[in-house]
């Protein structure tokens, strides 16, 4: 049976004290690069795995994050806490996730239970604009991480896509195909991802000297059912529009059918941007919609790297964007779009 390397077998093939050893693989205490690298290459090669109850001693740290998440099985959180917790894992630090599934009583409670652990940080993974200012009600000693578009204050660490940037390239993707009657189809007003795609949005507009169809936004909810009605106002007001960009890609898919409906081609007639890349993994080769995939698993990933930093007393607060990659699809660039394309 072959022995397991200490860190003292560490420490004395790399040629340097037990104490710089310990420091260099904690990330702990002042240790040159150089030294630091050497360190960790050496535990690399001997196939170290440090001991963390006696790391936790040495440095008084845990090595345990609190991963606290409204709703784990959504659609916003599951890719956020999969990034993050792959991110943790690979750095040898272990989660605790709590999924408060919606319910505000539950949510205190797990505040409550994360500040009676001895933890380094928290990550919390959620889009309720209440749940910021509850969490950092609790004043916790340890740093707090928000992976979210809700949480913005300059005193907040925070990761979010950047819904911005989503709104301002989908106006440009529209206005450079020629489109001049643009509608924006969105969620409820004042959600903070609605409210920030929408002045990206605006703010291409009008560097292009166009003005938003329909008077402004339409604002509703993520539901396809409100791409459908959406759509039957957008037919019924009489305004010409010739393109939409849609919240979610469940209004677009609302829009397109009702559309189809009544003879109307899409993107022939009217072109149509969606958002959060719904159809990945059961879209035809041919990518039918024109969307945006927010990276969440990136937003998770960066913002547990950051929660790691923050534990390191590195970093400063403030909101990290990271911008959705865009995809353009058959619903703004053709050919015409038949129903069973996305139905």
Same mark, same amino acid.
């Given at each position: 049976?072959?022995?397991r390397?200490?860190?003292?077998d560490?420490?004395r093939?790399?040629?340097?004290s037990l104490?710089?050893?310990?420091? *260099?693989?904690?990330?702990?205490?002042?240790v040159?690069?150089?030294t630091?690298?050497?360190?960790?290459?050496?535990?690399?090669?001997l196939q170290?795995?440090?001991?963390?109850i006696?790391?936790? &001693?040495?440095?008084g740290?845990?090595?345990?994050?609190?991963?606290?998440?409204e709703?784990?099985q959504?659609?916003?959180?599951?890719?956020?806490? %999969?990034?993050?917790?792959?991110?943790?894992g690979?750095?040898?630090?272990? !989660?605790?996730?709590l999924?408060?599934?919606?319910?505000?009583?539950?949510?205190?409670?797990?505040?409550?239970?994360?500040r009676?652990?001895r933890i380094?940080?928290?990550?919390?993974?959620?889009?309720?604009p209440n749940r910021?200012?509850l969490?950092?009600?609790?004043? &916790?000693?340890?740093?707090?991480?928000? *992976?979210?578009?809700?949480a913005t204050?300059?005193?907040?660490?925070?990761v979010?896509?950047?819904?911005r940037?989503?709104?301002?390239?989908?106006?440009?993707?529209?206005?450079?195909?020629?489109?001049?009657?643009?509608?924006?189809?969105?969620?409820?007003v004042?959600e903070p991802?609605?409210?920030a795609?929408a002045?990206?949005?605006?703010?291409a507009?009008?560097?292009?000297?166009m003005?938003?169809a329909l008077?402004?936004p339409?604002y @509703?909810s993520?539901?396809?059912?409100?791409g459908?009605?959406?759509?039957?106002?957008i037919?019924?007001n009489?305004?010409?529009v010739? !393109?939409?960009?849609?919240?979610n890609?469940?209004?677009a898919i609302?829009l &397109? !059918?009702?559309?189809?409906k009544?003879?109307?081609?899409?993107p022939?007639?009217i072109?149509i941007?969606?958002?959060?890349?719904?159809?990945?993994?059961?879209r035809?080769?041919?990518?039918?919609?024109?969307?945006f995939?927010?990276q969440?698993i990136? %937003?998770g990933?960066?913002?547990?790297k950051r929660l790691?930093?923050?534990?390191? @007393?590195?970093?400063?607060p403030?909101?990290?964007?990271?911008?959705?990659? &865009?995809?353009v699809g058959?619903s703004?660039?053709?050919p015409?779009?038949e129903p069973y394309?996305?139905?």
């Amino acid at each position: 049976m072959t022995k397991r390397a200490s860190m003292s077998d560490v420490a004395r093939a790399a040629g340097v004290s037990l104490t710089t050893a310990s420091r *260099a693989l904690g990330g702990v205490g002042r240790v040159s690069a150089e030294t630091r690298a050497k360190v960790i290459e050496t535990a690399e090669r001997l196939q170290f795995q440090p001991d963390m109850i006696a790391r936790s &001693f040495v440095t008084g740290r845990s090595f345990i994050v609190g991963v606290l998440a409204e709703a784990a099985q959504g659609r916003f959180s599951m890719p956020l806490i %999969v990034g993050a917790t792959d991110l943790l894992g690979r750095e040898n630090i272990a !989660a605790v996730t709590l999924d408060a599934r919606g319910t505000p009583r539950r949510l205190n409670d797990y505040l409550k239970r994360l500040r009676s652990r001895r933890i380094d940080g928290i990550l919390v993974v959620g889009d309720d604009p209440n749940r910021a200012s509850l969490v950092l009600s609790e004043d &916790f000693a340890v740093p707090v991480v928000f *992976a979210s578009s809700s949480a913005t204050p300059e005193t907040d660490y925070v990761v979010a896509p950047d819904n911005r940037a989503a709104g301002r390239i989908a106006a440009e993707h529209l206005i450079g195909l020629g489109r001049r009657h643009i509608a924006h189809v969105t969620a409820a007003v004042h959600e903070p991802a609605v409210d920030a795609r929408a002045a990206g949005f605006a703010e291409a507009m009008e560097a292009a000297g166009m003005k938003t169809a329909l008077g402004g936004p339409l604002y @509703g909810s993520y539901l396809q059912r409100w791409g459908t009605d959406a759509a039957e106002r957008i037919m019924a007001n009489g305004e010409p529009v010739d !393109a939409i960009f849609a919240a979610n890609d469940e209004i677009a898919i609302g829009l &397109f !059918a009702e559309f189809h409906k009544h003879g109307i081609r899409v993107p022939d007639d009217i072109a149509i941007v969606g958002y959060d890349n719904r159809l990945a993994g059961v879209r035809r080769p041919d990518d039918p919609f024109t969307t945006f995939d927010p990276q969440l698993i990136t %937003v998770g990933e960066r913002a547990a790297k950051r929660l790691l930093a923050a534990i390191g @007393g590195d970093g400063e607060p403030g909101v990290e964007y990271v911008e959705p990659k &865009f995809i353009v699809g058959r619903s703004t660039a053709g050919p015409t779009l038949e129903p069973y394309d996305v139905l």
